[in-house]
C-alpha cells in the first residue's frame, strides 16, 4: 500500500520566485498535516486539513504562504514569492483521526531551498 | 498547556549498549503518546505508541511505558545496534484538537561501532 507522496523531492528556486509543494495522502485517511523542519526552529505544523477543509492554518507564517485541498487525494502548499528564510524541508503526513486512530503517517518530504 | 520535553541530544553511545531516552508530556487528561524516528533524508515513521497509563508500547527492541503518575514515556532498548542512529521524537496528541500532534525537539541518537 502507498504511503503519503510528496513531489517534487527537492526544489531550488531562486527568491521571488512561487513554490508549489505536492502532497498526496493515503487513501481514506481524513485528516491531512502540512509541517516545516529546520535546524533552528525543529518541526512545525503549518496548517491541517479535515475532509478537505482547513481547521487550523495558525502555524502559516505569513500571507505568502497558503494551502488548498481540492479533494481527498490531492494538497497543494504555495509559496508566493519565495524568500531564503523559506529553506526548509517540508512534510506531509495523513491520519485517520480519532477515536480511530491518532497517529499520523509522513511522506518523504520536499527539501525547498531558496536562493 | 501542550509541551513535550525531551532530553537535549546528541546521545553517542556505543554498539549493544542500553539506551534510554527521557520524555515528559503536559497535557492533562490521558492522551495518546508516541515515539517516531526520522533516519537521516526521510520523514518521520512511527516507532510505536500507547494510548492510555501504564500501556507498553513496543516495536523493533524499542519500548516506552505510559507513566501518568510522573507525566513521562521515556524510550529505552537494551542493545542499540548502528543502524538505530537517527532522530527520535516523542509525541502526544493536543489537549484540546485530539487530531493534532504536539512533538518534542527530537533526540539525535548515533551509535558508533
Known amino acids: 500500500d502507498a504511503g503519503v507522496i510528496q513531489s517534487p523531492r527537492h526544489e531550488v528556486t531562486e527568491m521571488g520566485q512561487e513554490v508549489t509543494l505536492r502532497c498526496k495522502p493515503i487513501s481514506g485517511h481524513d485528516y491531512l498535516f502540512w509541517y516545516r523542519q529546520t535546524m533552528m526552529r525543529g518541526l512545525e505544523l503549518l496548517i491541517y486539513?479535515?475532509?478537505?477543509?482547513?481547521?487550523?492554518d495558525s502555524g502559516m507564517p505569513e500571507d505568502r504562504f497558503s494551502a488548498k485541498m481540492p479533494n481527498a487525494s490531492f494538497s497543494t502548499l504555495k509559496i508566493q514569492p519565495s524568500e531564503p528564510r523559506d529553506s526548509a524541508v517540508y512534510f506531509c503526513?495523513?491520519?485517520?483521526?480519532?477515536?480511530?486512530?491518532?497517529?499520523?503517517?509522513f511522506g518523504p518530504g520536499t527539501r525547498l531551498t531558496v536562493t | 498547556g501542550n509541551s513535550v520535553t525531551q532530553m537535549e541530544g546528541p546521545v553517542t553511545l556505543s554498539e549493544e549498549a542500553f539506551l534510554t531516552i527521557n520524555c515528559t508530556y503536559t497535557a492533562t487528561g490521558y492522551p495518546s503518546l508516541f515515539w517516531y524516528v526520522q533516519y537521516p533524508g526521510e520523514g518521520l515513521q512511527l516507532l510505536l505508541k500507547?494510548?492510555?497509563?501504564?500501556d507498553k508500547g513496543s516495536n523493533k527492541g524499542f519500548e516506552a511505558t505510559y507513566r501518568k503518575e510522573t507525566t513521562s514515556f521515556h524510550l529505552e532498548k537494551g542493545s542499540v545496534q548502528v543502524s538505530d542512529s537517527a532522530v527520535y521524537f516523542c509525541a502526544q496528541t493536543h489537549n484540546n484538537a485530539g487530531n493534532m500532534l504536539t512533538f518534542g525537539g527530537g533526540t539525535r541518537l548515533m551509535v558508533k561501532p
Open positions: 486539513f479535515n475532509n478537505n477543509v482547513p481547521i487550523d
Open positions: 500507547a494510548t492510555k497509563a501504564d
Open positions: 503526513a495523513s491520519s485517520l483521526g480519532g477515536p480511530i486512530s491518532y497517529e499520523q503517517y
